[in-house]
C-alpha cells in the first residue's frame, strides 16, 4: 500500500490556516490521510455510483455549480463539462487529493481548500452537489440549512451518502478499531458515517428546511472488482482515512497487517459467499429543489 503524498499547497482557501493535527480528542481527523493516486485509480468501480446521483440532476443552462468534498476533481470537472457552465467550484479539505484536482484545468472551474462545516461561499449557486463526503461532517439539520441559503431560486442539491456499516469489510474495521492498542487512538472514530442520520429523517429534515420538492432513495450498487486484492486496496482507500491520521506510524503499520490478516481470513472462511470478487456499496441517493 502506497501512503499518502505530501503535496505543496496551492491557491485559494483557509486550510492551510485550519488544518491542524489530528483531534483525537473528538475522533475528528485531518483529511490528509487521503492517498490521492489510489483513489482516482479506482474511478472504474466510483463510477456507477457517481452515475447514479448525477442521473439526478436537472440541468438547466449557465448554471454555477458547488461541489463539497470533490477529492481528485473527476466528478466536478464532468458536471462542469457536461453542464457547460460559467462557474464550478470544488471544495475540500484534503491538499492531497486537490493536488490531483487541480490538474483539471478548465475555463470556470476552481478548487478550493476548505472545511465544509466551516465553508462560507462568496456567491450562491444553482446546483451543489456531494458525492459521499457528507458523512464527515456532523449535524446535518444544521448543515442541509446553510446549503439552503446558498442555493439560488430553483437552486438544487444533490448528494450521495454512503451506507457501509453492514458491510462484512467495514464491520471487519470498526471491530479492529475498538480492538486494543489501536481503540486508545481510535475509539471516538465511527467509521465513516459521523454525520449519516437514519435514511427516513432526511425527507423530513428537507422538509423542515424549506426544499419544496425532494426524493431520497436508498440503492444496493453490486460491485465486481477484478481481484480480492482490488476489493482490499478499495477498503483502504475508503476507509483507512482516520486510522492512517490518527496512528503513530508503527501503530498504523500493524493495524494495516491486522486488518489485512482478518480481511483474507474472512475470505477464506465463507467460500461460498466470495466466489467473485465482489464489493456490495450501500448509498443513500438524495435530491431537493428550493422555490
Ligand atoms: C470518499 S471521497 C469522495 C471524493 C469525490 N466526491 C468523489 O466521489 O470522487 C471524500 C472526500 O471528502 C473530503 N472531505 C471529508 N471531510 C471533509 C470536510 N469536512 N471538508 C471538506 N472536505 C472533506 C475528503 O478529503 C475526500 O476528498
Redesign the pocket.
Known amino acids: 500500500m502506497s501512503a499518502p503524498v505530501a503535496m505543496p499547497s496551492q491557491e485559494g482557501g483557509d486550510c492551510e490556516r485550519n488544518l491542524k493535527a489530528p483531534d483525537n480528542q473528538q475522533g475528528i481527523p485531518d483529511?490528509d490521510g487521503?492517498d490521492a493516486i489510489l483513489?482516482q485509480n479506482r474511478l472504474q468501480y466510483?463510477r456507477p455510483?457517481?452515475d447514479s446521483v448525477k442521473a439526478l440532476i436537472k440541468w438547466k443552462p449557465n448554471m454555477t455549480i458547488l461541489?463539497?468534498?470533490?477529492?481528485?476533481g473527476?466528478?466536478t470537472c464532468e458536471v462542469h463539462r457536461q453542464a457547460g457552465v460559467v462557474t464550478t467550484l470544488g471544495?475540500?479539505?484534503?491538499m492531497n487529493?486537490l493536488a490531483v484536482a487541480r490538474s483539471h484545468q478548465m475555463a470556470g472551474l476552481s478548487f478550493e481548500c476548505?472545511?465544509?462545516?466551516q465553508?462560507e461561499p462568496a456567491q450562491k449557486f444553482d446546483l451543489i452537489m456531494?458525492?459521499?463526503?457528507l458523512q464527515?461532517?456532523p449535524d446535518h439539520h444544521k448543515l442541509f440549512g446553510r446549503f439552503y441559503e446558498w442555493l439560488n431560486g430553483d437552486g438544487q442539491l444533490v448528494f450521495q451518502l454512503p451506507l457501509n456499516q453492514t458491510n462484512p469489510f467495514f464491520e471487519i474495521y470498526a471491530e479492529l478499531i475498538r480492538t486494543p492498542p489501536y481503540s486508545t487512538f481510535l475509539q471516538r472514530v465511527n467509521g465513516n458515517a459521523r454525520g449519516v442520520l437514519p435514511t427516513k429523517q432526511y425527507e423530513l429534515l428537507l422538509e423542515e428546511i424549506g426544499f419544496t420538492q425532494h426524493s431520497v432513495q436508498f440503492q444496493v450498487h453490486d460491485l465486481y472488482l477484478d481481484s480480492w486484492t482490488e476489493v482490499l486496496d478499495f477498503v483502504h482507500a475508503?476507509q483507512f482515512?482516520h486510522a492512517r491520521t490518527i496512528l503513530p506510524a508503527a501503530l498504523y503499520k500493524t493495524f494495516e497487517e491486522e486488518y489485512d490478516r482478518r480481511f483474507w481470513n474472512y475470505i477464506n472462511d465463507n467460500n461460498e459467499l466470495t466466489r467473485q470478487p465482489f464489493f456490495a456499496a450501500k448509498r443513500i441517493n438524495i435530491w431537493a429543489q428550493r422555490l
Open positions: 483529511q487521503w483513489w466510483r455510483l457517481f461541489d463539497l468534498g470533490c477529492g481528485t473527476d466528478f471544495v475540500d479539505n484534503s487529493m476548505h472545511s465544509i462545516d465553508f456531494s458525492v459521499n463526503a464527515w461532517v475508503t482515512v
